[in-house]
């Protein structure tokens, strides 16, 4: 499958490879890369990239099973919302955030136009992470109260109060009590820290746990509960719609603001525009980035009620940002919106993950020893990989990885498509408009690696 369907001449191959060199050295020389030992890294250039596909400082291609970080959920370089961006650029490319912009306005009314009725206002950050950061800091001043519970097994940020409240190891060396943030255990029957044998027992004991958490810490100081609607990074565990209602019974019984974190499961990726509406639940806040406008330019956002609205009307909202509403990241959501609507991407994701990826996932499972589970939605999925079934012991340890899983992803890369790999996770998570026989390339790929596998 890799090669090169750019079809490059040779004079075009040879600037592509020169460029990519210099590229390489440049960023060893100069740039300092996330969540790494910065001395211990290769990465691999990208030099182009276009609809499902990347290419690296070679000229091979390779299938973007990843969507980069999850964001590329229209695909790379689609035309309309480039042109988008170009005429922005001709009009207004930057403009202070207290002056009224045409695309910050189009892109607020389109985002709250998706949302249900009683959140009609939103706030433009710069990504996911301030975005969650906004949203606690706009709830902590609403109810006067401080504490903001998250469940372990999630991610909602790097910054600094946005890292505190994720779940996963990442959280730990950046740990600062003072920010008030509890974690709580999340229903996840595979790897159920409830002993459950059923859905309907883990919903239970996962609602109860969390009640008792709310009580022992006080509902009088608890400002909000965060969630990811569908965990993404974590594992794309899929909670119950039970669960989830419960958890919304739980805020409102205690006066607890509920903050849906869609960065990553919203705008398509999970068959919906919001992986909330799959529970029938009205949260206080979203919080949304990534598929926004595909990570085009960076942009983020809250989305508020209107009580929560009401709070600051008379009373300034103590925040802000340069880029709030930047006019060419939102004339790109514009775009990428109006996009989705047009070509029916979000049916597309939705047919796409229950007639193709569903069933060749389970049978990838049925035939490889060193598959425990397989789960998701949409175009949002996840192989859960264990050196025993039975045992269900990882295939890498959580927060960490392995030969054996570094065998894996360098057999799909070997095959041509670039996977999205988190501790034993691969996850299945290409563009939403991803062609049936692209996205049935990409899952052969997988299927030969993973089935073929021996350790």
Known sequence: ???????????????LKEESARAYELDRAHVFHSWSAQQTLTPMVISRAAGSRVWDGEGNSFLDFSSQLVNTNIGHQHPAVVQAIKDQADLLTTINPAHVNAARSEAARLIAELLPESLNHVFFTNGGADANEHAIRMARLHTGKHKVLSRYRSYHGGTNLAINVTGDPRRVPNDAPAQGVVHFFGPFRYRSEFHAQTEEEETQRALQHLRRTIELEGPSTIAAIILESIPGTAGIMLPSVEYMQGVRALCDEFDIMYIADEVMAGFGRAGEWFAFNRYDITPDLVTFAKGVNSGYVPLGGVAMSDD????????PYPGGLTYSGHPLACAAAVATINAMRDEQMLEHARTMGEEVVRPRLEKIMANSAHVGDVRGTGMFWAIELVKDQETREPLAPYGGSSPEMNQIVSGIKAGGVLPF???NRIHVVPPLNISEDELSQGLDVIEDVITNARF
């Open 308 to 315: 929560i609205y009401a709070t600051f009307g008379e009373r």
């Open 1 to 15: 499958m890799k090669g090169s369907p750019m079809n490059f001449n040779d004079e075009e191959l040879t600037a």
């Open 421 to 423: 790999v988190n501790f």
